[in-house]
């Protein structure tokens, strides 16, 4: 999409989206869609983040969405993009 995208051609050329789409590609884990249940989200439509996320053994979430930054039974736990500094050390 980002490659196809004739707004973004003000900001990149097709060379530079196209090494970008190649980095991220190469520093990404690529997973099959998991099996999605119902874990208690005030948004149920969070749950599939949850179920990649366990199906992928993550250490946590990276998020800025409320429903899974409040949800009382994190795991994998629910971090914002300001906590992982302290998370890394």
Do not use: H
């Not at 119902?38 to 992928?56: E, F, K, M, N, P």
């Amino acid at each position: 999409m980002l490659l196809q995208r004739e707004k973004i051609r003000k900001w990149l050329t097709i060379d530079e989206a196209q090494n970008f789409v190649d980095a991220i590609g190469s520093l990404v884990d690529f997973a099959s869609n998991p099996l999605v249940e119902d874990v208690g989200l005030r948004d149920s439509t969070d749950s599939y983040i949850v179920a990649l996320a366990r199906q992928s053994g993550c250490e946590f979430i990276v998020t800025g969405d409320k429903d899974l930054l409040e949800w009382p039974e994190q795991r994998p736990p629910c971090l914002t993009p300001k906590e992982i500094p302290s998370r890394l050390k």
